[in-house]
Structures are given as structure tokens and as C-alpha cells.
């Protein structure tokens, strides 16, 4: 029987660029680390050493990259009997994925945004179940960023909560991602923050963006986290409760102690909040 727990607290996450620091790093320097297992299968030698050591040490939550959620072809059956291997291998509790499609007749390198319609709910939400059967775990799907839209008969919040309860899922909430899309697309943040179903929101990110202009940022994954996007994750905190938080930084890597102090801003937060009242609400 598994003995895997869920993520807990404020995490980073693994990329092959911080394994030599991270393996160096104090037991105590995060809570937990996320990775991709689509980067990580069948990854033997130092690497796949480094990864194990590093499992042994810290708990693990994943984060898929290739699945495709909203892609016009089949699910690919082998890729999620290996995800399934490798979560089962690491005993990871918690596996999320993108809402969006990354692949036609092929992969598109690219995480691209669904048409908000009745019709992609129920094709989006139908891979989604058939995604938790074959994987063994229900998943958590988590908002994208995008910068234009290919139909918009819904309204992003109403399509995500429509795709929540069709596929009867759980949702990662990406800060950074909200934030950079209530900017370009003008729409209210802490009103989406108060729309999301309390129930369904079981874990966070927070990243840093490029700021083209006032009324444009762009998601990199390749900076600081911002302050409007701390104020954001506090407002999250208040609504939905201290929950696990990843950072995440792709590339433009800081030296590990910067990246560490970005944890602590969110661990800092966290208790805080759970020094608020009660702040889950329906």
C-alpha cells in the first residue's frame, strides 16, 4: 500500500540546472519538489541518481508537461502507463496537468488555450476522467496564461468551472498565470479568486513574469516573483487557506540562496495565514 502523502507548505521546482545545489541544500530548505516526470522517464546515470537521492530526502508532487488535456487526438496510452510507473516508483501523491493542448498530429512545444465553448468542456472534461482512471490518482488541472483566445462563448471563469465539475477534478491555481491574464485580457482578479469553488483548489504556483507594458506582461518563468503577484497569493490564502505553493523558475537560474528566499517569502505567508481566522468559504 502507498505511503505517499500530499505536498505540504512551500516548494520549488526541480530542474536539472539546480540538481548539484539542491542535492548540497539542508533537509530543511524546502518542504517539498515538483518535477516533470514527461523530463524525467527512463533518465538514468548521474541524473536519474541525483533524482532518487533527492526523493529519498524530500517529498515529491509532479507536473505534467505532454499529456495534451484538450487535443483533438487520443490520449497517449503509453505515455500515461509510464507517468503512472514513475508516480508509483517515487510514491507521489499528487499529479496535476495544464488545461490546454500541446499537440495535433504531433507535439507543438507550446501550451495553447482552448475555445471556451459547451462543446470543449465536455471533450476537455471526458479526457480528464479517462486521464484519472488510467493514472489511478485524481488530478488536479491547473489555468494556463494565454494572449489570445480561440473562441470565447464562455467566460474563462465560467469554462473553468464548467471543466471542474464536468471532469470532477481538482484545480492548481497558478497566481502568476492569473494575474498576467487579468492584466491582458482586463478582467478582475480578486473576483475571480472569490468564483473558484473552494472545494476544487488544492495547490498553487507563483512565478515571475516580463512586464512589455501596463497593459501586457508575458509569463517566463524566468524572474522574481512580482509584488502585485504576493498580494494576489495573500488574497488566495484568505479565500482558499494556506495550501501548498510552488515556485517555479524555468531558466535565468539565481544562485539557489536567492531562489530559497523566494520560498521562505511564501512559507512567511503561509503562516501567517494560518495564523487568520477560518477563510475557506463556499
Known sequence: MSTASFPSGAGLGLRRALLPELLAADAGAVDFLECTPDNWINVGGRQGDGLARLAERFPLACHGLSLSLGGPFPLDRELLRRIRGFLDNHDVAFFSEHLSYCSDDGQLYDLLPLPFTDESVRHVASRIRQAQDALGRRIAVENISYYAAPYQALQEIDFLRAVLEEADCDLLLDVNNLYVNSINHGYDAAAYLAALPVERVVYMHV????????????????????????????????????LPT??????????????????????????????WPEVRHA
Request: zero cysteines; glycine letters at 8%.
Open 207 to 242: 512565478a515571475g513574469h516580463y512586464d512589455e507594458a501596463p497593459d501586457l506582461k508575458i509569463d517566463t518563468h524566468g524572474a522574481t516573483v512580482k509584488g502585485d503577484v504576493w498580494t494576489l497569493l495573500e488574497q488566495a490564502y484568505q479565500r482558499f487557506g494556506a
Open 246 to 275: 510552488l515556485l517555479e523558475r524555468d531558466f535565468n537560474f539565481p544562485p539557489l540562496a536567492e531562489l530559497l528566499g523566494e520560498v521562505e517569502q511564501i512559507r512567511a505567508r503561509q503562516q501567517a495565514a494560518l495564523a
